[in-house]
């Protein structure tokens, strides 16, 4: 009761208020009152879950009276509970059976678009089958579980058969589901197999592409021309050099940074994936690609593009559709926001594209490692020196690159 009291008054408060804001509204004076939706508040759900048990409550004692004044007039059950059960759980059947069905059809279409790389075909194929399989056997042990506890309710007509063991349903109910969850593992195994030890193929070479994490951004590096990612040592770091990119190091001459992951579609793509601090995650879900960076360790993950980004835009009809790498493993304050846009192009507009790229060398980092300045270059890179003074970021070393590039 006391419950209903406050939930009353919880309601007689917003009316006023609405009153309140009404009559604001009609003085064309609109007054500024800072409320909120009683739909929104905890309180109201909270009186309203309150109030749910006590109606509960109240129709429960009511059956019982009732119950108890047959009773004591010697008259017969009134109510079969049995029957009563047995009933709510071919409800429960029908409830469960709608929701697998709801689930399928209208959440159905919120799922990933068809994979856009040749190995996510695979994961999704054997994502299928499970699902077709575990439906299948979901499906029918619930309708065989709720109807036979509704056939076989108490009618007290019958008397409960005393079957205590078999050896053949138990040696049933064990092997087969053993047996598919064997091939379902195989095949995970051997997919998981064909995607992280491929042998490589000398005449289709794939592009290397190093991924760096930090809290919380990603760095890319190409390879330049040699094709190499040149080495790196995180005792190299400095803030015109947010890699520890090893300068004596000759592929790290070219290597080039970028702002968006373009890949050329058709040809295999191998991600060097690095972390600066704590473990992020690589995930490309339209890829099918994920795997962790993980500080003081590199791991690879090689792909390879199947659709590009103007394809897709077609086939999900959105003309914004955008391929995007996120961070799948919390990082920190920053991690909703550690995204980076992936554009999947023809082969020309990936070459094209990439001389662009500025070079992450430039004539500070020249310096720092003893090797010959490029004059052309020296001019520009004096003008922004300044911002070495500030711990720069992966960026601003890229922006001192830039006029270098000019050239
Ligand atoms: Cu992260």
Redesign the pocket.
Known sequence: MAALAVLVTVFANTSAFAQEAAAGAAAAAPKQIDMVPIYKSVAFYTMLFLLLCLFIAIVGKAIRVYELTREAQDKPDSINWNTVNGVIFVLFLIAGLFGVYFEYTVHGHMLLPDAASEHGKKIDSMFNITLILTTIVFIGTHIALFLFSFFYRNTGKRKAYYYPHNNALERIWTIVPALVLTVLVLMGFLTWRSIFYKIEDPNNKPLSIEIT?Q??QWTLRYPGADGIVGLKNYKLITGTNGLGMDFKDKNNLDDQNADEMVIPVNKPVRLIITSKD?V??VYMPHFRVQLNSVPGMTSYFEFTPTITSEEMKTKVNDPAFQYLLY?S????SG?YN?KKVIRVVSQAEYEAWVLKQPKFINNDLRKEFNLPLVPDAAAPAAAPADSTATPAKDSSAVAMNKPALKK
């Open positions: 994490s809290q919380f704590v992020h995650s961070c493993k919390i990082c920190g991690h550690m």
